[in-house]
């Protein structure tokens, strides 16, 4: 049993691993991002709220993501599971201390250029919610299921900043306070654009191995 933290900026590729690594691990991923997405969609007060949120490349409220984040761990934590999209914030991380024990950490390094290459030309398929990098896939729908591609609302230049420098200004003591629990922390760094997510998945996984959470 492994249960497992995905930290990185936006677009560097959160989804991609903690997909690949889940069938690996044979866990869940909690990914707090697409349960809020589902919350935008239904169109009441709480989406509404989201959204807002989302649009304006901002961090959503730290009671609104516990609510919502505190049932899902509570259903996985037998079996493990990877966390993707949380913590994002200091305070987060106290919370989530206080409500499960994170064996690991995985951190995902990419400079600016690319993070941001990545996410204006990233399309989400609209049912499976499968990532597709227009660069480097030339597709106009789903592979996996036939679904629509679309471009998410805070996929601009705008909120990519914002959520850039927002992620930056909790980074250092969110990864200080890991360290100081005694928590491993793996660094993914990617430079290229051509890197082979399957090939470093295969590399996080021996990591994991080699302490005994795989």
């Known amino acids: 049993m492994a249960r497992v933290i995905i930290f990185g900026a936006p677009g560097s590729g959160r989804s991609t691993y903690s997909k690949l690594l889940s069938s690996k691990l044979n866990v869940a991923v909690i990914d707090t991002g697409n349960v809020l997405r589902e919350i935008i969609l239904q169109d009441t007060p709480l989406g509404r709220r989201v959204k807002e949120y989302v649009d304006n490349g901002m961090l959503v409220s730290n009671d609104v993501v516990f609510r919502v984040l505190i049932q899902l761990v509570d259903e996985k934590q037998e079996k493990g599971f990877i966390l993707e ?66 471009q998410r609302t805070d996929d601009t230049h705008e909120a990519i900043q914002r959520r850039l420098a927002s992620f930056y200004e909790q980074e250092k003591p969110i990864l200080q306070y890991f360290r100081r629990k005694g928590i491993p922390i793996i ?26 959470l795989a």
């Not at 996410?119 to 919610?129: E, G, H, L, Q, S």
């Open 85 to 150: 999209g949380y913590p994002r914030t200091l305070e987060q991380v106290m919370t989530l201390d206080c409500i499960t024990k994170i064996d690991a950490v995985i951190h995902l390094v990419a400079p600016d250029w690319l993070l941001t290459e990545r996410m204006i030309n990233r399309r989400v398929c609209t049912k499976c919610k499968t990532i597709y990098n227009l660069l480097l896939q030339k597709v106009d729908k789903c592979t996996e299921c036939g679904g629509q591609l679309v």
């Open 187 to 212: 660094t993914l760094k990617t430079i290229k654009r051509e890197s082979d997510p399957k090939s470093d998945a295969e590399k996080l996984f021996s990591s994991l191995k080699s302490l005994r």
